[in-house]
């Protein structure tokens, strides 16, 4: 009887104790955070294929002005968030950035070679720089945990619209939150076709990966956004989130 007691008296605590938990996550509410574009940073791996595909070198793209707005709510489910990449600030084979990537991006191709590299990558038959300034993403829906979401996103490339899941993990710390995440990815699903030459002997590969670390600072109140943004929201909650759109 007395060990009945006992065991009843834990279960109160512990339902009291849940209860706790789940009255201050709610009453921590919705937070929105503008994405810091000096600290985030997107690149996408870009390697060579073909039978003379060893003439050639794999490549590392970075993306230098990653901007956004996310809100970040109380479930993954009620989050989203929107980001602009210029596609002018595409920045092809960083010595820094080849060096992070490992044995794969050793050796650096020569200022020309990555200046016709960029040129291909902003031509008409990939990004089209000069028609379109801009890709975009927005999420359409987000599952899962903050620590381990699966994100269905819109990619806007060249004016024309693609889904696809991305893996991201977040996390909050004080004012800052990150999202990071890595994925594959195909031209082919994002409407785009790889660089082929010498009727197929040097070209690139289909698969391209993908790797973003997103840094996000809450808002203040009552700030001004940055000239060319556009009101975006995008929501996590202890640790997610992403965002923007500029404004062409």
Known sequence: MRNAAILACLCLLAQHGAAAQS????????????????????????????????????HVVTAEDVSGRVHVGQTPADSNFELTVPVQSLAVDAPEARSAEGSAFEGEPDAGARAATRANMLGPKLLDGENYAAVHVR??????????????????????????????????????LVATGSTRLTHAELGLEPFTAGFGTVRVADELTFRYSIVAEKEKPGAEPSAGESALSVVEHDGVALAHRAAE
Do not use: C, K, Q, W
């Open 139 to 176: 999420s359409t829906g987000i599952s899962g945990s903050f620590d381990d979401m699966t994100v269905t996103a819109e990619l806007e490339i060249r004016g024309e619209r693609h889904t696809v899941e991305l893996p991201v993990a977040a996390r909050i710390s004080g004012d800052r």
């Open 23 to 58: 009255t201050a996550l709610d009453a921590g509410g919705a937070h929105d955070y503008r994405v810091v574009p000096g600290e985030s940073d997107i690149r996408v791996l870009v390697f060579r294929a073909g039978a003379l595909g060893r003439l050639g070198h794999n």
